[in-house]
């Protein structure tokens, strides 16, 4: 088992940044690839980043590449999503998750989740 606890969601003007945080624990961090996702009021979740087990592969969401930096630090046991240029259609309950046989995009090849951590970018 893994337990994921995302943090740093908030409250942002349009244009600013925020870092979000996911701590795990459980097995071995670097044993699964991490995934970031994300879910829109009335809308269906969906992914943004994602990392592989060493942290030498990332791929984005068309979304947000350019603006999102998605890293890992095994010594800590956690992932971070760095959220730069932020617009309103970035709020929305982030996610994180851990697969470990799996890197890509499909949240159903996700094996663990956290609670979420709310985004909210005003305009």
């Known amino acids: 088992q893994v337990q994921l606890v995302e943090s740093g969601g908030g409250l942002v003007q349009a244009g600013g940044s925020l870092r979000l945080s996911c701590a795990a624990s459980g097995r071995t961090f670097s044993s699964y690839a991490m995934g970031w996702f994300r879910q829109a009021p009335g809308k269906e979740r969906e992914f943004v980043a994602t990392i592989s087990w060493s942290g030498g592969s990332t791929y984005y969401a068309d979304s947000v590449k350019g603006r999102f930096i998605i890293s890992r630090d095994n010594a800590k046991n956690t992932v971070y999503l760095q959220m730069n240029s932020l617009k309103p259609e970035d709020t929305a309950v982030y996610y994180c998750?851990?697969?470990?046989?799996?890197?890509?995009?499909?949240?159903?090849?996700?094996?663990?989740w956290g609670q979420g951590t709310q985004v909210t970018v005003s305009s």
């Open positions: 998750a851990a697969s470990g046989s799996y890197y890509g995009s499909r949240s159903a090849n996700y094996d663990y």
